[in-house]
């Protein structure tokens, strides 16, 4: 993309042409079709083979887009060099190109602190300009800085060398920066003789050159099919080659070998839709339309414009930040993506066209006049709650009857809440990637932080987590749910060292992709989820603002004894290989016991955070002797369960005649559970239901989203 006024270049003295002006409109959309379909590409165990491949496709399909620019740079540039002095020539280009950078790269600055709401002095963005591109997209400015630069030699180089030396010259680039990097990347390794890294202008120069080598480069109407041909088969060597490196050979860890720019395939892909492009007659193509040719050409003369507007218009879609959302995501991918990306192509135009009337500015196309428009709408979220409305999903004893418990979970997932996806979190305690899911929207504000812990015999895909997904989506909180290294089978997971670390880090790892409300951090856990929260809440009051737990285990020494004795389940066996040996008194794996416990910790967390604890009288998976007692450690001396109460619960499975008063929660009455008992006492509520191992979610949920540090 030549970041000048040139759309063409004149030949017999008046024809403007056609085709480069074509390839820059096509370009530019192939440029936001990638950022449609990208984000596809890392969720595959999330959303599955047939979004992936939408998404693999499409950015397979695309890939040719900056070579293609770059070429056309060259095409225009090497000549022109040859016609101008050297000032005149850096004299009109550098004014339009580093200008716009240094505006560009400010916008998008403020645009990360304030609607990204990321944590960046003023002071750091001169130094940012320096080291990196301020935004993702913009680093293609910094090549065309570079190429401009490059023009001089490269004009020298061409003129005065034959035609033989300008082919060695390219046939060396190919062989270094194409066949090289590409086995460097296969093999993982790095040679002696590498030129650069990955966006170098070194890598870049060729495909420069070549534009220019092409320009008197014609071919006949018979071989157009066979430059057609080879795009196809570049095409289907990038996405089948992604396909074999990521899906077959990395479990869906994306792998972008072939999505290079330097890679073969793409190589293949750029060279042929160039060499046709240039071959195309205008006149079979746009007289047929009056004034077709001038309105392609007051596209392509728009399309740096478009090239710096469009990512922010696509965080403003997908955020919904104009009062709707517009995402590849309200349809099916396969269409979706390209619909999506022709809205952005669209929308994009639009401003820039509005932008450009105004003369001072017309060349920076400077979205500073319509940031303030953009945090004027949406700028905060409504407070009012979205309650879970579906029956089925207000209970977990509902939801294990519904058609998403007999799914494979990342399935389940896909389907009730696509808005999710599978992330790694590089561990903290040992470097070991840890998997979780996780959910951010993106709009522009302080957000709630929900750390969801899975349960005792499951791991991060818990599908019982999907109403805390839903509820996340409604009402625009951050959602994680982490691994914690999986079931609580072994001694690397219930409550060990590194599980605690690993939910550390899930919170470090919110914290840094998504914009949190640091006074509202909350916790949620059941069985032996909450066991893992009511640790967390004893060792780590500070830094909670909520913790909820349903059916936790409190002591896993009294949980062994009684899960010894049942005859449907081996949690005995469990807790044993997790701790060592049957944690008996006085032996080691009891003291490992204890120090998984909550009943080590809480304690000390009485009165520094708010617990919401809630168990049902039936359980008999955990007692609810083992929630009453996590209570008591956080309850006020007068607010605590007598031993007897204790007791009398758990044996009788009933309340104590002396429980006295109305109890009542109209959210575990419109989940059909009979809610039977309430204490509360310091920061700690104890709820007690007619029930057996259960969740109610909205209860637990409304709750949370009340309390702030």
């Known amino acids: 993309m030549e970041l000048t006024t040139d759309s063409g270049i004149k030949t017999d003295g008046k024809r403007h042409l056609i085709w480069p002006d074509l390839l820059k409109v096509l370009a530019i959309y192939a440029v936001i079709v990638i950022h449609s379909a990208a984000p596809y590409l890392t969720l595959y165990e999330t959303r599955g083979l047939h979004d992936w491949w939408a998404g693999n496709i499409y950015d397979s399909a695309a890939r040719w887009c900056i070579p293609v620019f770059v070429m056309l740079s060259g095409f225009f540039l090497i000549e022109k060099y040859r016609e101008e002095t050297f000032w005149s020539f850096f004299a009109r280009r550098f004014f339009r190109v580093l200008f716009p950078l240094i505006i560009w790269s400010f916008i998008y600055f403020l645009w990360r602190i304030y609607a990204n709401q990321e944590d960046l002095s003023p002071s750091s963005f001169v130094p940012m300009l320096f080291m990196e591109p301020v935004y993702y997209h913009l680093w293609y400015m910094y090549l065309v800085v570079e190429l401009y630069l490059l023009a001089p030699i490269m004009g020298l180089y061409m003129k005065y060398s034959c035609c033989r030396h300008n082919w060695y010259y390219l ?8 066949v090289l990097t590409f086995i460097e990347s296969w093999f993982n390794i790095r040679t002696y003789i590498s030129i650069g890294t990955e966006n170098s202008i070194f890598k870049f120069a060729g495909y420069f050159a070549l534009g220019w ?7 006949k109407s018979v071989n157009k099919v066979l430059f057609f041909l080879l795009f196809l088969l570049g095409l289907f060597i990038t996405a089948y080659g992604t396909y074999l490196t990521t899906v077959l050979k990395n479990n869906g860890q994306f792998n972008d070998i072939f999505y290079e720019y330097f890679s073969f395939s793409v190589f293949m892909m750029a060279v042929s839709i160039f060499i046709v492009a240039k ?5 079979a193509l746009f007289n047929r339309f009056e004034g077709g040719h001038k309105a392609l050409g007051f596209i392509a003369a728009t399309v740096p414009g478009i090239y710096l507007v469009h990512a922010m218009l696509i965080a403003v879609a997908k955020r919904g930040m104009l009062g709707f959302k517009f995402t590849p995501d309200m349809m099916d991918p396969l269409i979706g993506i390209p619909v999506f990306a022709f809205g952005i192509f669209l929308a994009s135009l639009l401003v820039v066209l509005i932008i450009k009337i105004l003369p001072v500015i017309k060349y920076m196309v400077p979205a500073v006049l319509i940031i303030p428009a953009l945090f004027a709408v949406n700028l905060h979220a409504s407070d009012e709650l979205k309650l879970i409305e579906k029956d089925e999903f207000k209970t977990l004893t509902r939801f294990a009857k519904t058609p998403f418990k007999k799914m494979p979970e990342l399935q389940a997932w ?22 979780g899911l996780f959910y951010n929207s993106g709009s522009i504000r302080k957000k709630p932080l929900l750390i969801v812990l899975h349960s005792w015999s499951e791991d991060y895909r818990q599908s019982f987590g999907i109403p805390y997904g839903l509820w996340a989506v409604q009402n625009d909180w951050v959602f994680i749910q982490p691994d914690y290294r999986g079931s609580f089978t072994n001694p690397l997971a219930t409550a060990s060292e590194g599980a605690i670390s690993d939910i550390l880090d899930a919170l470090e790892y919110a914290k840094g992709n998504s914009d949190i409300d640091p006074s509202r951090v909350y916790l949620a856990g059941f069985s032996g989820g909450g066991m893992a929260a009511l640790v967390m809440a004893g060792k780590y009051p ?3 603002a909520g913790v909820v737990s349903w059916g936790a285990v409190y002591d896993l020494v009294d949980w062994y004894a009684h899960t010894k004795r049942a005859t449907v389940h081996d949690y005995a066996k469990q807790i044993a290989a997790s701790c060592g040996g049957p944690p008996l008194p006085g032996t080691a794996a009891g003291k490992e016991c204890r120090k998984r416990s909550p009943s080590e910790y809480l304690k ?33 001396e007068e607010g605590r369960l007598s031993a007897s109460d204790v007791e009398f619960i758990s044996k009788q499975h009933k309340l104590p005649s002396d429980f ?16 039977q008992y309430k204490r509360e006492s310091n920061k700690a509520i104890l709820k007690i239901y007619e029930g057996r191992h259960d969740v109610v979610y909205n209860a637990g949920l409304v709750w949370l989203s009340g309390q702030k540090r």
């Open 171 to 178: 046939a060396l680039w190919f062989c270094v920066a194409v």
């Open 213 to 219: 080598m092409l320009k008197d480069f014609e071919i």
């Open 279 to 283: 071959s195309l007659r205008p006149l």
């Open 414 to 435: 896909k389907k009730a809440v696509p808005e999710v996806s599978v992330i790694s979190i590089k561990s903290t305690y040992d470097e070991t990637s840890q998997k």
């Open 542 to 544: 500070d830094k909670w």
């Open 604 to 636: 000390s967390a009485e009165g520094k955070v708010p617990v919401y604890i809630a168990v049902g009288l039936q359980d008999s998976f955990v007692p609810p002797s083992q929630s009453l007692l996590a209570f008591n450690d956080l309850a006020g």
């Open 660 to 675: 006295k008063g109305a109890h009542e929660d109209k959210l575990f009455a419109d989940a059909g559970v009979p809610f």
